[in-house]
C-alpha cells in the first residue's frame, strides 16, 4: 500500500507562484510514475503533468507556467505553479501509479492523495 499525501495549496493572486509538494511512502518510489492531477467544481478530474522514470508530461495549459519535479530520496514530487491564473482555480491531487501507466489518464494511477485547494483571485 502506498500512501500519498499533498501539501502547499492556498490563496494566490494571478500571475503569482505557488509550489505543491506531494509525499509517498514506499520503497521503489523512483520507480513510481506521479502525477498531478485537478479538478474545478462541475468539471472532470484532468491532468496537470506527470513524471515517470523517463518521461515527463504537460497538459497544454501547464506547458510553460508548470514544472513538475521529483525527489526521489526523499520520495517527493512538486508542482511549481508560476503565472498563476483564476482559470487554475482547482482541488488539486497527486496521484502514484506503478511504471508503464498511462502517465496523462487518471485510470492508471493507483494511488490518490486528498487533495489541496489551489485558489487564484483576479
Known amino acids: 500500500q502506498v500512501q500519498v499525501e499533498e501539501s502547499g495549496g492556498g490563496l494566490v493572486q494571478a500571475g503569482g507562484s505557488l509550489r505543491l509538494s506531494c509525499a509517498a511512502s514506499g520503497r521503489t518510489f523512483s520507480s513510481y510514475t506521479m502525477g498531478w492531477f485537478r479538478q474545478a467544481p462541475g468539471k472532470e478530474r484532468e491532468i496537470v503533468a506527470g513524471?515517470?522514470?523517463?518521461?515527463?508530461y504537460y497538459a497544454d495549459s501547464a506547458k510553460g507556467r508548470f514544472t513538475i519535479s521529483r525527489d526521489n530520496a526523499k520520495n517527493t514530487v512538486y508542482l511549481q505553479m508560476d503565472s498563476l491564473k483564476p482559470e487554475d482555480t482547482a482541488v488539486y491531487y497527486c496521484a502514484a501509479g506503478r511504471a508503464g501507466v498511462t502517465i496523462f489518464s487518471p485510470l492508471g494511477y493507483t494511488y490518490w492523495g486528498q487533495g489541496t485547494q489551489v485558489t487564484v483571485s483576479s
Open positions: 513524471s515517470s522514470s523517463s518521461n515527463t
